[in-house]
């Protein structure tokens, strides 16, 4: 066929990952949620470890910011430390463009 929607596909493209310690919370668990797919690779240097989700509690003139869940990825396990990277490098870029390239 000419490559159609209901044609199945032997293999996906390629998917990088670029962190940093700079990586955290919603952008943590964007990495965390491709953590475990055999075409994705994550490039880069641990990320912050902020996987909680939180809540506001308002005493009086007072608000507190409550850490009430942890995040997971797809097979529940935790990164309360952050994420480690499958390839830890300075220049993720780089090191990202060369896997996707090969």
Known sequence: GAGGASEKRDSFEKIAILVSPQTSSSGEAIAMSFIGQNNVKI????????????EDY???DLTIWL??????????KMYPDGVIPDVITDN?????IKWLNS
């Open 43 to 54: 490039f880069g240097q641990k990320t912050a470890g902020f996987t909680t989700g939180n």
């Open 58 to 60: 308002n005493i009086s």
């Open 67 to 76: 850490s009430t869940c942890t995040m997971e990825d797809r097979k529940q």
């Open 92 to 96: 993720p870029m780089d090191k990202s």
